[in-house]
């Protein structure tokens, strides 16, 4: 089953304009990641926030998690046309040093128009 | 260092046949995921792998089944396949398979049942 929810399903922006996607999800969690996707390629690894950290940054991207509302999102800044890609959060339970699985949210599509 | 190695990158099978994907983590990663991606149920985690064992499995049948070796590396097989096992198969490696790392992915496999 899907824990988390990206929202909006879709997205369309000017280059250069920010884009700003959202994550829900519903039990506790270890840490939560961020994915891109290319036309259903492999998975790009983006940033991981911890569920102790409150913010991060890589580059243009800036990541926020909100433990108290099981939330987070990703700021993807002065877009340009190669952001153009399905972005994933993804969250990993809290099962410390045993087997663990990501849990995929159905993503949100984001077009940036040249 | 190189990165998740996926083959073959397509396939094309019948109904009824079955299918053997492979996988090469990152070097020096003992974890080895699978997931399914189809555009219906998203991306699902199908098992997870660790130092040759099976340490977690989704929720798919039994036609689904892995394996890891000695080097790490990893197959999954499908037997008799069925028109809906058509999908991208995604493989993805980390360290240990704790609840605090990065998971990285392959490039896919993408299969299509006819």
């Known amino acids: 089953s899907q824990q988390g929810e990206e929202d909006p399903q879709a997205l369309s922006i000017q280059e250069g304009e920010n884009a700003t996607m959202n994550c829900s999800y519903k039990?506790?969690?270890?840490?939560l990641q961020w994915y891109r996707q290319n036309s259903g390629r492999g998975l790009v690894h983006l940033i991981l926030i911890r569920s102790n950290e409150r913010e991060k940054h890589s580059g243009r991207l800036r990541v926020t998690l909100d433990t108290s509302k099981k939330s987070s999102s990703l700021l993807i800044t002065a877009s340009r046309a190669a952001d153009t890609a399905s972005y994933f959060c993804?969250?990993?339970?809290?099962?410390?040093?045993?087997?663990?699985?990501?849990?995929f949210g159905k993503g949100t599509k984001l077009s940036v128009i040249p | 260092k190189a990165g998740v190695t996926q083959t073959p990158r397509y396939l094309i099978k019948t109904r009824g046949q079955q299918v053997t994907l492979s996988c090469s983590p990152i070097?020096?990663?003992?974890?080895v995921s699978w997931y399914q991606q189809t555009p219906g149920q998203g991306l699902q985690f199908l098992f997870e792998y660790f130092s040759e064992t099976q340490r977690n499995k989704g929720n798919f049948p039994g036609r689904f089944s892995g394996r890891q070796f000695s080097n790490s590396r990893s197959e999954m097989n499908v037997s008799t396949l069925e028109l809906g096992d058509s999908a991208l198969y995604l493989c993805a490696s980390s360290l240990s398979g704790t609840g605090t790392e990065t998971q990285y992915f392959g490039p896919g496999t993408r299969l299509l049942v006819l």
């Open positions: 039990t506790s969690i270890n840490n």
């Open positions: 070097s020096g990663h003992r974890s």
């Open positions: 993804a969250t990993g339970p809290t099962y410390g040093a045993g087997s663990y699985q990501l849990t």
